[in-house]
């Protein structure tokens, strides 16, 4: 009998190898049948227990050598952000397959092969299964496909409109001079090198979508008493006086509304790994934390969702965009009880309560995440680069003149800055570090074959293909960008990709047309009438920037699939940028250099040297700490900074 089970054991695992290797065969040769170059790989990089074990087995596996290898790097699930255009390059191609037992993946960062992908939307659907994760309070816009897709888009879309981008833009212009000032009182009180920009930048993001999107008034920490600041037109932002508190848990809630939602983002990957059942009886802290989280914050998200129910059944309009308000109106929620059942009857398949709150949650999730890193990420890169920094400044006198912020005006002022250098700093960041390193495709598996065009071939892409859309390589491939030599040829920065351009380098000034070079922007004149057709949703960049050909640049994705909120974001993180530099400088800090006392005695000459320092450590960070849970981030790391009123800056030689 013990023979017998012992035997079933080693078969167990004999049958398991060999079914990989048939499987491995198998995908080898759909890969072959491809056309297309292959690297085999001997499990996918996103294989359950190879994440898990990962971090474990890598300090052995990286004594061995092979860590140069080509498939022992792509089993990485952050191989586009650590090898970037290397991999295509050391390929000598924009598109391959990796091929694994599991499944085989379609990488391209072809510019004209991703414009044939997102222009096919029903050829090549989002494979629904990479975002179940997000459907942790309902389905949603993000994690639905073909017709149930069009269902959630009919009725998310209505208030991503001009009128409440006006509202981002004012809620914004507010949050982010709270942001500016509790950075001014730190340094006074406390530090004067700040190390919480990247937490700051989430929280005023965050503060941005609760207020504008939800009518949740959340305040910054220490200056809650702060009066509401009123809009250009004179009306306030929000009446202080209606708008429940949100920073304080109230009732029987064991977390507030920020609190709730700040520990479900930290600590939502438990949500992902384990089923809820089990989360609630397992001792871990980090467990629970998520776990009590996620109820309390479903509480709120209920709460919200039914007082806004009684606020439409009762005919009181919300200021703002209201989105939980147009998603129960897409529900067949009205004012008038007999309208209401007769739009049900007449109409599709409604979103239920769960849909709404699913909607709201991914809402929330992704527009503050995406904001949030690009208002981060553009205060580092200008810290690091203050040439551009300060055109950027001079661009900002001429716009703004000088007026003071209430008199800031979303019609006027925000085409101005997408037009100039302001849109063309927050293109390059995105160009170089997009919300996502890959967008996820796939040819389904119960579909037809698909033909791509590439290099005028037709190649067939065989049914359940994943595909990468790769878009940190797409950003970077030369063939789609004009690209001029490295600023230092011995001191690339990256070390393997793209060593012999710019590509890797944060240059804002290369989405400046010809005409814009000589005086940083078009004329007065041009500055408020030459942008992107007015859409609610918006463009990936101005018109009056350099436009790339379509497929190379796709930061918020392209075509039908492409990110609802766009225009929103670029709104948000334009007004903060503004608001931050406009009558600020940021330097990064040089404390591990050198005190403030020993900078003060420096020459010119030494201040360069030790600044130069301080930004070769802001490129190692960014190179081996940056890593993507749902957007890219900086993890474990914190970058210090010096916030200083323009004319005090201590590093002005610098460039």
């Known amino acids: 009998m013990i023979s017998i089970l012992l035997w079933a054991l080693l078969a167990l695992p004999l049958s398991y190898f060999l079914n990989c290797l048939w499987c491995l065969r198998r995908n080898i040769q759909a890969a072959k049948a491809t056309g297309l170059p292959y690297v ?3 499990w996918s990089n996103l294989n359950v227990p190879w994440l898990l ?19 022992f790097r792509l089993l990485s699930v952050d191989w586009p952000w650590h090898e970037q255009y290397a991999v295509f390059e050391r390929l000598r191609t924009d598109n391959f397959l990796y091929v694994s037992p599991s499944r085989n993946c379609f990488n391209t960062a072809d510019a004209s092969v991703i414009d044939q992908i997102t222009r096919r939307r029903h050829d090549f659907p989002k494979p629904i299964e990479v975002y179940r994760s997000l459907d942790i309070f309902g389905k949603n816009v993000v994690s639905t496909e073909g017709n149930l897709w069009k269902h959630h888009r009919k009725t998310v879309s209505p208030p991503f409109n001009e009128k409440n981008n006006r509202m981002v833009w004012h809620e914004s212009l507010r949050q982010a001079r709270s942001m500016v000032k509790g950075w001014m009182v730190h340094q006074t009180n406390s530090s004067a090198t700040i190390y919480r920009v990247a937490d700051d930048c989430m929280k005023l993001s965050l503060y941005v979508i609760s207020c504008a999107g939800f009518g949740v008034n959340l305040e910054w920490p220490g200056l809650e008493d702060q009066a509401a600041q009123p809009m250009a037109n004179g009306q306030a932002i929000w009446n202080a006086e209606k708008r429940p508190r949100a920073s304080e848990a109230s009732g029987d809630h064991k977390l507030s509304y920020v609190d709730a939602l700040q520990a479900l983002l930290h600590n939502m990957l438990w949500m992902f790994i384990l089923p ?3 989360m609630k009886w397992l001792p871990f802290k980090a467990i629970k934390r998520s776990y009590t989280s996620y109820i309390e914050w479903g509480r709120h998200l209920r709460e919200l969702l039914d007082n806004k129910t009684d606020d439409i059944a009762a005919g009181r309009a919300q200021e703002g965009m209201d989105l939980m308000g147009f998603l129960l109106k897409g529900a067949g929620m009205t004012s008038d009880p007999s309208r209401a059942d007769s739009e049900k009857s007449r109409s599709k398949p409604v979103l239920s309560d769960t849909e709404i709150m699913g909607n709201a949650f991914v809402f929330l999730l992704a527009g503050h995440e995406t904001a949030a890193n690009s208002i981060h990420f553009s205060c580092l890169y200008l810290a690091m680069h203050l040439s551009s920094q300060r055109r950027l400044q001079k661009s900002l006198d001429r716009i703004f003149t000088s007026r003071p912020i209430s008199e800031w005006e979303y019609e006027r002022d925000f085409n101005a ?6 849109g063309a700093v927050l293109a390059e960041e995105l160009r170089l570090i997009p919300p996502v390193p890959a967008i996820p495709k796939c040819v389904p598996h119960n579909a037809a074959p698909q033909t791509l065009v590439i290099n ?16 940190l390589a797409a950003h970077r491939n030369p063939r789609s960008w004009p690209a001029g030599p490295p600023s230092d040829a011995r001191n690339p920065t990256h070390p393997t990709s793209n060593i012999d351009n710019d590509l890797e380098e944060f240059k804002p000034e290369r989405w400046l047309r010809e005409s814009a070079h000589t005086s940083d922007s078009p004329s007065e004149k041009d500055m408020y009438t030459e942008d992107a057709p007015n859409t609610a949703t918006g463009t990936n960049s101005s018109h009056a920037l350099h436009r790339p050909p379509r497929g190379a640049y796709i930061p918020f994705s392209e075509g039908y699939r492409a990110c609802l909120g766009r225009r929103f974001a670029q709104v948000e993180v334009l007004a903060a940028l503004a608001v931050i530099f406009k009558d600020y400088s940021i330097e990064l800090g040089v404390d591990k250099y050198a005190s403030d006392e020993e900078v003060a005695k420096m020459s010119a000459e030494e ?3 030790v600044y130069n320092k301080a930004v070769e450590d802001v490129k190692v960070l960014m190179r081996e700490k940056m890593g993507m849970l749902f957007t890219m981030q900086l993890r474990g790391a914190n970058v210090g900074v010096r916030v200083v009123k323009r004319g005090e800056e201590r590093f002005a030689e610098y460039q």
Request: charged share 10%; proline share 12%.
């Open 417 to 422: 800055l997408f037009s100039t250098m302001a």
């Open 607 to 609: 201040r360069r040297e």
């Open 40 to 42: 085999v790989l001997p």
């Open 456 to 471: 005028n071939q037709k190649h067939t892409i065989p049914p359940a293909t994943f595909i990468n859309l790769v878009s």
């Open 53 to 71: 074990l990962r971090p474990l087995l890598l300090p052995f596996l990286n004594k061995l050598p092979i860590q140069g290898s080509l498939w």
């Open 276 to 278: 809820q059942y089990l």
